[in-house]
């Protein structure tokens, strides 16, 4: 009742009066009646309507103005932090030299007023959305707060006075229970309502969520008010549940258990006891945990198989329940408002505005600690709804936005550890989330295999929806704190092991060998980002806490566990010793984890490598599947995947590539290293071999058999194997090398490849992936790096328009001493980079001088190896790899098919090698003792250097029975020849020798490589007795040979001995003869001189002199074996040509040879082509020569043109016809209309102060001038007394090539029904020129005839200028002759069609009666007009470059002129209004004229003259003779110079004009000569007296003149306006005159132009003054003062306001685009905020024109008209539909050009001289001149359409 009383007052006395109430000591009243009216008001079944908010804003405010509150309680905001939260796509700074935590981020205010110059710092778009950092010591450093935040405000701020916030305390609670009822009541299950609407719901409650989100911003006072109503669980209890009498309570809260119920969570009270332990957040979880862990750790074998039953079904079956307690995964309990707050976030899937809220509260220190602890025991539940939820990335983003906030603060993070076991919980949500994916992994034993993968097709995967939990568990490794615990807790570590174990053999791929797979998978990507992001990313954040000695122990537990996840991998999956055929996975966590934790142990924590590994038979098994991986990277390579399809090459490739390499192959290839450290040699290298296949390639045989391999996949397969065998022994990153040699390394290889941009370099040069780390670890950074080995190539532009971005380049000393091959060929992504880095290589050498061939990889010495990793030298040094060495170099001298100089290369690489890093243990004597070598009958020893001088003589070998050794054995056996004894044996076989002639059959027999294969299982064998386990289990019984021999190979084998007799150093030297061609190549006394370091660039001899000179220096033994050998020279093989195989490889290289130098002639020879085309059509060289397009043709007088058509090829003149036409391109344009008086460009608007006036342009003035005549004067005069086309004018430019209409109809008809997508529409007539492929839009007809006016036309006449005057008024008299109907008149028809179609409606119609002949004719003039005027500013705005100038050689002028001609030849002009006649006679006043409504005509003074010279040469018959043609310019000039005179005395002062006049009038007197008419004083004089009788001229501007004529006007400068004044006139008539005669144009200087022009035009004038060059037919001063007298008349009409038409300067600076500012940012703070002028908002994408400043919405639905958006109206209204736009958040430039769209690129570069598209790296960008110049320069040319090739049409979209 009561409160109904209170609900009908006002709120605002209400709430005082509570107020008041409640602040009494007694004030249980005071609660009543507000309890009763919040009852009311906050009603939960009223839903949330305004009403509710406005009470309790009141109430809060509590009888103040709510604004006013919240100003009072802003006062008391004592907090240091920003906290700014945003959502996703705001735009904030990091600065990595200020942050402490890697996700540190400031909002744009904070970052401005901070001071953050020389920081690394970037600008970004956030993804997820963030909260600024600033003022937060524990994520970044204090230097870098901004000044607001810097000072610790908290101490100064007075205390809050009690009642302030009395109400909120009493009235929030309230509020907020509501919205969490309201929250209850709308949640329905997904079952029960398939379309259930949450979004619905949440829109009813944003104004509630607004009002909370608006108290946060009130300031710390008023959240410490929230924070402890959110947090405390007494007011929570007494509301949550209802009060006992209230219905509506209770079904709520039972809703909200239901709520619980079906998120499979329990309230802890159902659970009954047990858990109720209240202090614990998390419930009893952990200490089940640590329980469950230690029976782990005992029964870890039996628990494993425990928990892999049911993996007969594809689901596995959970693990068992020792491995995590329940707990943690679905209890949940609410005690406080925020933890039931959070709850329904979660369920409603996380509302963007809850979640600002949320993050809002954070900068109360224990709201933030409370909301921690409470995300952290809802985490398990959040994974639960996020795979539920179908908006999973949506989701996703919001869960980080708000975890970044908790966990990168270390501080928080830790104590959440402590207290609510973060780190159990996170592992287990991991574990549970992976298991709902698991399937029976197939690797190795398909049908008794018991481990378990993870399903890399599941969205689980596929959508990568782990990633949220998987980066807050790489967040929180990334304190040093959490990391240890993580380290230390033993059952932990198990866990993750178990949870890496899952990605272990994922996505396995089977070798298809019949049928190309039907369907590619494409789930590699899934499994490439789970391996990186799930494994790998975790694993770096461990290492970096593994740096040091102290915490060596964290390093041996990991590899412990490591080792014992691997053995229990390895019984699951029934691993013996052969790895399965045909199955490959790229993805071996454990084996990288373990390799890894090994290889940071060594280098940084000094552990002992042999402590940390396994025994030999374990070292073994850990071998084979990265081994399997390098042969499988080969066959993939060699195309034995292929029908896989293309899938398996992208994970190749995906396996080496940058941000994958240091995660996957190269752990592969450490592991690998460090088996070879401690298995045996002859074991490791066999093993090689067999699994590369290439087994049996290795014989002596000439031919032989593979049972694995095609023969075209041997030669790239021994390619690999001996190249891989390269990288294990040379590669040095994981052994030894220090990290800024690493960072060197990687930085050289990248740039060797290809010039790369900075941020290429960043992106490619593998970074540890801990985001910590920085950049690169090391103490060096990439910079200075970058410097000491790259030179930088600033950005240049390239003629053809393609921008190039600033490169760096290798220094020279860099390819002399660093360039290292094998670093290249490990990094590559594209075999085609090999290629490139060594063409690069050769192009160096070539460059230099060094080497001019092909070379050869040069090699590289290498870092000493750490000592851990000696044992790696064995590899060179054991028997095997010897045998192996031996046979390819006889096979290549042999000339054996399949071999290659790669193979070649790598086998002297390892020779190299070995030579350089001897064996340690014993150091071989200079003569070595035999005896105990004698085993094995290839080698006495393991040293490569005594093993190189040893010569083998006779080898047995198993060839087909048709192989050439068979045949040759028979021809010995008929001539009865015993085999040679072996007495012929060389000395190096010592005693040894005589031992062996007895029986050498037998000791040939182990002289077989193919010993290979059982030498391996042998070695096996033996290490597996050593280990003491029963052999049978390890090895199945398989016969070494039985599996390398196809069943029923059709040629039988036999065994056969060959003679070889050779050693490695005498068949290297016989190499040497037969590649360089020559007998004795290596004389005796080449070994003297020769010096190894010389040698380091060159070919194939150079690399195997390198490696003799190498023999001979390290052994006197091998120095005179060497010299034996050379003294004793034989004769090379010849090439054989014999068999088909060896000709199909003929070498490779040879072949590529031959085709480069075929390519070379014939681009030389197109080369050549095109040079002679250009000078022919573009007339390039020589601007004299008479070229179609150049008009001074100097041929025989009648002759006619002779066209060429481009389509037909024909060549012949242009005819009635069969006309022929000009390719060109018509655009309507605005570039005229943009210039400006001055010569500075106007600056881009960046502060609200600044603005762009429009006003002052060369189409707005002529649009004024248009309009005034038009209010004052009679309409068809006004059309003719001026041009329009400043805006919106057609320009019409031609490629310069010619074809037939009729060829070019049938073009355009081929070109319609080509269905290949084009970038232009052949609809509107575009297509390109079949020659240049330039673009085009129509066809100008070129008219029959001559090409000029030649001859007659052009001789000069000696009639009086009277003559001409009156002949010309007779041409003029003459009717227009219509053309009889031919196609040339037709097409000159269409043509004027198109012409008109270029431009828009309203750029035509400036008449009052649209449409009418004037209209036309006006439009036509102006065409003409419009290109005469863009044809100088092409020419640098005047004419005193000549006649060499690019445009004019393209102009089409001439023919232009003769169309438009034609088509004014239908208008006369009517004799009454003839201009002509008011120019050349004085005719009696007509004051009659003026009276009545007829408006007056337009005063000739007004009159534009260059219109009246187009208007007058257009409408005279053509072809006019120049006698004429002078004439005509004669007498306009007359008329232009008295205007200057006007013109010039409208702005001198009262006094001055007083003067001159009186001057004037004395010279006219004292010369009265006949010469006073061409004295500028006298003539000045005369119009000033004339003009002084009207009114108006020279009175009303009085105060606008004083300001111009402050310097006073002396002769020299008035006869400098005067010519400047006429020069825009006399340069428009030369360029007509050049076009029309063929008249050349002469250099000059900017000085003499005026005389030039004059002399050219023939006006008979001396260069002293402007006025000598008049010549007047009738007395000038009675003309002067006819015309003076028009102006005049007007004084008392109406009229006389248009008098200030008289002072119109016709001179205008080249046309500019804006000037911008240096930095990017000043144009990106200012412009992606502000709001759209037309709609308010801010635009998604805003973007600026760039040649008036317009601000724009790009694709904007808000201002579209008419279905066009913005940016394509605004283009069409400010350049007739060419547009510049600058795209404010891309800082990329496109350009409309009508309907076509295109990507200019970037005027702003970074410091490295690179674009940063869509800001993407956000570093700070500056403008680049150059660019932005020629961007002008394509604008001012219209060349856009020309030199930017990609265009799309936009339809209207943009």
Not at 68 to 87: H, P
Request: hydrophobic content about 35%; glycine content about 6%.
């Amino acid at each position: 009742m009561m409160a109904a009383s209170l609900l009908r007052r006002d709120k605002r006395s209400t709430a005082a009066h509570l107020k008041a109430d409640l602040k009494r000591t007694d004030n249980s009243s005071g609660l009543r009646q507000l309890r009763e009216l919040l009852d009311n008001v906050l009603h939960p079944e009223r839903g949330s309507e305004p009403e509710a908010l406005e009470w309790c804003k009141s109430l809060l405010a509590g009888g103040d103005g709510f604004d006013e509150f919240c100003r009072t309680v802003r006062s008391y905001d004592n907090a240091t932090l920003c906290g700014l939260v945003w959502t996703a796509n705001f735009v904030a700074y990091r600065c990595r030299t200020c942050g402490i935590s890697p996700c540190m981020s400031l909002c744009a205010e904070c970052f401005n007023n901070g001071d953050h110059t020389g920081h690394d710092f970037n600008m970004f778009r956030s993804q997820a959305g963030g909260a600024c950092d600033c003022g937060d010591g524990n994520v970044m450093r204090e230097s870098g707060f901004c000044s607001r935040h810097r000072l610790q405000t908290g101490e100064n701020v007075p205390s809050v006075p009690l009642d302030l916030l009395l109400m909120s305390e009493m009235v929030l609670p309230r509020f907020i229970i509501s919205i969490i009822q309201y929250l209850r009541d709308g949640y329905t299950e997904p079952e029960s309502a398939a379309d259930r609407d949450l979004q619905k719901v949440l829109q009813q409650l944003d104004l509630h969520i607004s009002f909370l989100e608006e108290l946060t911003k009130m300031g710390g006072a008023m959240r410490t008010v929230l924070t402890k109503i959110l947090t405390n669980q007494q007011i929570f209890k007494e509301l949550s549940m209802g009060q006992e009498e209230s219905v509506y309570a209770k079904s709520n809260y039972e809703k909200y258990l239901s709520a619980l119920k079906s998120s499979g969570l329990v309230s802890v009270e159902e659970k009954g006891a047990g858990a109720g332990a209240s202090d614990t957040p998390a419930g009893a979880g952990a200490l089940g945990l640590l329980g469950a862990a230690a029976s782990l750790e005992d029964s870890s074998k039996e628990e494993d198989q425990d928990g892999l039953q049911g993996v007969g079904q594809r689901k596995r079956v959970k693990l068992s329940s020792s491995s995590k307690d329940p707990s943690i995964m679905d209890t949940l309990k609410h005690k406080c408002f925020l933890e039931e707050l959070l709850f329904w976030t979660i369920k409603y899937e996380f509302p963007q505005k809850m979640v600002t809220f949320l993050l809002n509260m954070l900068p109360d220190q224990d709201y933030k600690i409370t909301f921690t602890k409470t995300f952290v025991q809802h985490y398990a539940f959040i994974m639960k709804t996020l795979m539920k939820s179908h908006e999973s990335d949506t989701m996703s983003n919001r869960i980080v936005h708000i975890s970044v906030q908790l966990f990168s603060n270390e501080e928080l993070a830790r104590h959440v550890t402590e207290e609510c076991q973060l780190l159990d919980i996170m592992v287990t949500v991991l574990l549970y989330m992976m298991e709902s994916c698991l399937i029976k992994s197939q690797l190795q034993d398909e049908e008794n295999n018991r481990h378990v993968v993870v399903n890399c097709g599941e969205a689980l995967l596929k959508n990568n929806t782990y990633w949220p939990l998987v980066s807050d568990f790489i967040n929180i490794l990334s304190h040093q704190s959490v990391a240890k615990r993580f380290l230390e807790d033993h059952s932990l570590l198990l866990l993750w092991m178990s949870f890496v174990s899952f990605f272990q053999g994922m996505n396995l791929n089977k070798r298809e060998l019949s049928e190309h797979v039907e369907f590619e998978s494409q789930t590699y990507y899934a499994a490439f980002a789970a391996e990186l992001e799930a494994c790998a990313q975790p694993m770096w954040g461990l290492l970096t806490h593994c740096k040091v000695k102290e915490t060596h122990e964290y390093t041996r537990t990991v590899v412990r566990y490591c080792l014992e996840t691997l053995q229990m991998w390895f019984d699951a999956i029934g691993f013996v010793d052969e790895p399965a055929l045909h199955q490959l996975t790229f993805h071996l966590p454990l084996h990288r984890y373990y390799a890894m934790f090994l290889s940071k142990g060594v280098k940084c924590q000094g552990l002992d490598l042999d402590s940390l590994l396994p025994d030999q038979e374990m070292l073994m098994k850990i071998m084979v599947h990265p081994l399997q991986i390098q042969a499988s990277l080969s066959e993939i390579h060699s195309n034995m995947w292929v029908r896989n399809g293309l899938q398996i090459k992208g994970q190749a490739m995906t396996y080496v590539q940058s941000h994958f390499c240091n995660s996957m192959i190269d752990p592969d290839i450490y592991l690998l290293q460090v088996c070879a450290s401690r298995l045996d040699p002859d074991y490791f290298i066999s093993s090689v071999f067999e699994r590369f296949k290439v087994v049996d390639l290795l014989t002596m045989a000439s031919q032989h058999q593979n049972a694995v391999l095609d023969s075209e996949q041997e030669r790239p397969m021994l390619e690999g194997a001996l190249t891989f065998l390269v990288i294990l022994s040379s590669l040095r990153v994981h052994l030894g090398m220090s990290d800024d040699e690493i960072l060197r390394a990687e930085i050289v290889s990248q740039l060797c490849m290809n010039d790369r941009t900075h941020s290429s370099l960043l992106d490619l040069i593998p970074e540890n992936p801990n985001p910590k780390s920085g950049v690169v670890p090391g103490s060096c950074s990439f910079e200075e790096m970058l410097a000491a080995v790259a030179d930088f190539k600033a950005p240049v532009f390239e003629p053809g328009g393609s921008m190039q971005q600033g490169m760096y380049t290798p220094k020279a000393e860099v390819w002399e001493k660093e360039f290292d091959p094998i670093m290249v060929i490990l990094r590559t992504v594209y075999r085609r980079d090999v290629q490139s880095a060594m063409d690069r290589y050769g192009a160096f050498l070539k460059q230099s001088g060094v080497h001019t061939g092909n070379p050869w990889p040069p090699y590289k010495e290498r870092t000493p190896l750490h000592p851990c990793y000696k044992g790696l030298v064995r590899l060179l040094h054991c028997k095997t790899l010897h045998i192996v060495i031996f046979t390819l170099l006889y096979k290549i001298w042999m000339d054996h098919q399949n071999m290659s100089e790669h193979v070649l290369c790598m086998v002297l690489y390892l020779i190299e090698l070995g030579l350089d890093n001897p064996v340690q243990d014993n150091q071989v004597e200079e003569e070595p003792c035999i005896e105990e070598h004698c085993h094995d009958s290839w080698f006495p020893g393991t040293s490569l250097l005594s093993n190189l001088h040893h010569v083998i003589n006779f080898v047995r070998v198993r060839v087909p029975e048709t192989a050439p050794e068979v045949e040759r054995k028979r021809a010995r056996e008929r001539e009865r020849e015993t085999p040679a004894s072996t007495s012929s044996e060389s000395s190096s076989f010592g005693q040894s020798s005589r031992r062996l002639t007895g029986n050498w059959r037998e000791n040939l027999r182990e002289a077989q490589v193919f010993s290979l294969v059982a030498e391996r299982r042998r070695k096996f064998q033996e290490i597996i007795n050593r280990s003491n386990h029963e052999a049978s289990q390890a090895v199945r019984p398989k016969s070494s040979s039985s599996r390398w021999l196809p069943p029923g190979s059709p040629p039988q084998l036999v065994t056969e001995i060959l003679e070889i007799g050779e050693s490695m150093l005498s068949l290297l030297v016989k190499l040497h003869q037969k590649l360089s061609g020559k007998q004795n190549s290596l004389s005796l006394s080449w070994l003297a001189e020769v010096d190894p370091a010389h040698h380091a660039h060159g070919d194939g001899l150079t690399a195997i002199e390198r490696v003799l000179a190498k023999a001979a220096a390290r052994s006197r033994h091998s120095k005179r074996c060497l010299q034996e050998i050379c003294g004793q020279v034989c004769p090379p093989i010849p090439l054989k040509k014999n068999s088909p195989g060896d000709k199909k490889s003929m070498d490779k290289e040879e072949r590529r040879q031959r085709a480069r130098e075929r390519q070379q002639k014939l681009l030389a020879e197109f080369a050549s082509r095109q040079k002679s085309f250009m000078e022919t059509a573009m007339d390039v060289e020589s601007p004299e020569t008479d070229s179609v397009m150049d008009m001074g043709s100097a041929e025989a007088l009648d002759s006619e043109v002779l066209y060429d058509c481009v389509i037909c090829g024909q060549s012949g003149p242009s005819t009635e016809d069969r006309p022929t036409g000009l390719v060109v391109l018509l655009q309507a344009s605005s570039v005229l209309g943009h210039r400006c008086r001055s010569d500075t460009p106007k600056r881009l608007p960046t502060t609200d102060e600044e603005h762009i006036s429009p006003e002052d342009t060369c189409g707005a003035t002529h649009d004024v001038r248009l309009s005034l005549m038009q209010r004052y004067f009679k309409d068809s005069s006004c059309l003719q007394s001026v041009s329009i086309g400043w805006v919106g004018g057609v320009y019409v430019q031609t490629c310069g090539h010619t074809l037939h209409i009729d060829c070019h109809k049938s073009y355009m008809e081929s070109l319609r029904n080509d269905q290949v997508l084009q970038g232009f529409s052949v609809d509107k007539g575009e297509f390109t020129c079949p020659l240049c492929r330039q673009f085009a839009n129509s066809v100008l007809p070129c008219r029959p005839g001559r090409g000029m006016e030649t001859g007659a036309w052009h001789t000069p006449s000696n009639k009086s200028m009277s003559t001409l005057v009156k002949e010309v008024e007779d041409l003029q008299e003459q009717l227009g002759i219509f053309p009889a109907e031919s196609n040339l008149s037709k097409e000159m028809e269409s043509v004027i069609k198109d012409i008109k179609n270029t431009t828009q409606k309203k750029y035509m119609d400036y008449g009052k009666n649209p449409g009418s002949p004037d209209n036309d004719f006006l439009f036509m003039y102006s065409v003409a007009r419009t290109n005469l005027e863009l044809e100088l500013v092409h020419r640098g705005g005047n004419l005193c470059s000549g006649g060499a100038s690019a445009a004019a050689k393209r102009s089409c002028l001439n023919q232009l002129f003769h169309v438009l001609a034609m088509h004014m030849r239908l208008y006369s002009i009517d004799s009454a209004y003839n201009p002509w006649t008011r120019l050349t006679q004085s005719t009696q006043s007509r004051d009659n004229e003026y009276c009545g409504d007829e408006r007056p005509e337009v005063p000739m003074l007004f009159r534009d003259v260059p219109s009246l010279l187009i208007i007058f040469i257009l409408t005279m018959p053509q072809p006019l003779r120049k006698e004429h043609f002078t004439c005509v310019v004669k007498v306009l000039y007359s008329l232009q110079y008295t205007q200057a005179l006007a013109a010039l005395s409208v702005r001198f002062s009262p006094e001055e004009r007083l003067v001159w006049s009186n001057t004037g009038a004395a010279k006219k007197v004292l010369q009265n000569t006949p010469n006073s008419d061409k004295s500028w004083e006298s003539l000045l004089g005369h119009v000033i007296s004339e003009l002084t009788k009207a009114k108006d001229v020279y009175g009303t501007n009085s105060e606008e003149t004083l300001v111009l004529s402050s310097s006073v006007w002396s002769p020299q400068s008035i006869e400098f306006s005067l010519q400047q004044f006429c020069l825009p006139f006399l340069r428009l008539s030369c360029l007509l005159q050049h076009h029309l005669y063929g008249d050349s144009l002469p250099g000059c200087l900017v000085e003499e132009e005026f005389s030039l022009l004059a002399g050219c035009l023939g006006l008979a004038g001396s260069a002293q003054s402007s006025a000598a060059c008049l010549e007047w037919n009738i007395s000038a001063f009675d003309l002067i003062s006819q015309w003076c007298s028009e102006v005049i008349a007007l004084s008392d009409t109406p009229s006389q306001q248009s008098v200030s038409l008289l002072g119109q300067d016709p001179q205008w600076a080249a046309p500019r685009l804006l000037h911008l500012p240096d930095n990017y940012n000043t144009i990106f703070q200012f412009y992606h905020r502000k709001s759209c002028t037309s709609c308010g908002k801010t635009p998604k994408d805003p973007a600026l024109c760039l040649v008036c400043g317009a601000f724009v919405c790009l694709k904007g639905h808000c201002c579209k008209q008419q279905g066009v958006c913005e940016c394509v109206l605004h283009s069409q209204h400010c350049g007739a539909a060419t547009g510049i736009f600058l795209l404010i958040n891309a800082s990329v430039i496109i350009i409309i050009r009508g309907h076509r769209f295109c990507l200019w690129g970037s005027v702003y570069l970074d410091a490295h001289g690179e674009e940063d598209r869509d800001l993407r790296r956000g570093k700070p960008l500056y403008l680049c001149e150059e660019r932005y110049r020629v961007l002008e320069q394509q604008w001012v040319s219209h060349t856009f359409d020309h030199i930017n090739k990609r265009w799309g049409p936009h339809y209207n979209g943009l």
